[in-house]
T-cell receptor, first 112, second 114 residues
């Protein structure tokens, strides 16, 4: 069974800092990996999707990398802003081809 | 265009009652998914529809849970004899068919069983 772990569980940084969120998964047989953002009481907003054949994806201040063989992904956020405060979830699409396996998330607080 | 919509946004019900949660997917998406998110946890897979049929319902916790998608568009998740442990946010997602396609999530329904 695919297990997805996110470290750290919570993170507080001052505005302007660059930061890295980590995600690890136990089964390297994946189709893709997605990073989501979840604001309190809201649904999930997809940030980046990396196909298994890709190494990284970038969108604005966000960069996600994937090392499938070692079962790791990182989400890099440059020049953090208070508006980045949210929970960030990592999810892998395993060999079922449809069921996403999620980590518990990293709760990020960016202070002004 | 319109995203995935879910109704109601919040539902409070008494233990033992029956509830229905509705999901309206993005137009043209043939695949539809239900997930459940308990407090402090990531979402967990419940069921996957390909068209009108449930291709995989292995994530449904027990036989009190049932979901339908009769016309291949709107889906309803039905929970009988609700229990306090059913309290969670129920998320719906849709996508085009195929593993390479991104799943788009709705805002969720927060279910509270008192």
């Amino acid at each position: 069974k695919q297990e997805v772990t996110q470290i750290p569980a919570a993170l507080s940084v001052p505005e302007g800092e660059n930061l890295v969120l980590n995600c690890s998964f136990t089964d390297s047989a994946i189709y893709n990996l997605q990073w989501f953002r979840q604001d309190p009481g809201k649904g999930l907003t997809s940030l980046l999707l990396i196909q298994s054949s890709q190494r990284e994806q970038t969108s604005g201040r966000l960069n996600a990398s994937l090392d499938k063989s070692s079962g790791r992904s990182t989400l890099y956020i440059a020049a953090s802003q208070p508006g980045d405060s949210a929970t960030y979830l990592c999810a892998v699409l395993g060999d079922s081809g449809y069921a996403l396996n999620f980590g518990k998330g990293t709760s990020l607080l960016v202070t002004p | 265009g319109a995203g995935v919509s879910q109704t109601p946004s919040n539902k409070v019900t008494e233990k033992g009652k029956y509830v229905e949660l509705r999901c309206d997917p993005i137009s043209g998406h043939t695949a539809l998914y239900w997930y459940r998110q308990s407090l402090g946890q990531g979402p967990e897979f419940l069921i996957y529809f390909q068209g009108t049929g449930a291709a995989d319902d292995s994530g449904l916790p027990n036989d009190r849970f049932f979901a339908v998608r009769p016309e291949g568009s709107v889906s309803t998740l039905k929970i009988q004899r609700t229990e306090r442990g059913d309290s969670a946010v129920y998320l719906c997602a849709s996508s085009f068919s195929g593993a390479a396609y991104e799943q788009y999530f709705g805002p969720g329904t927060r279910l509270t069983v008192t």
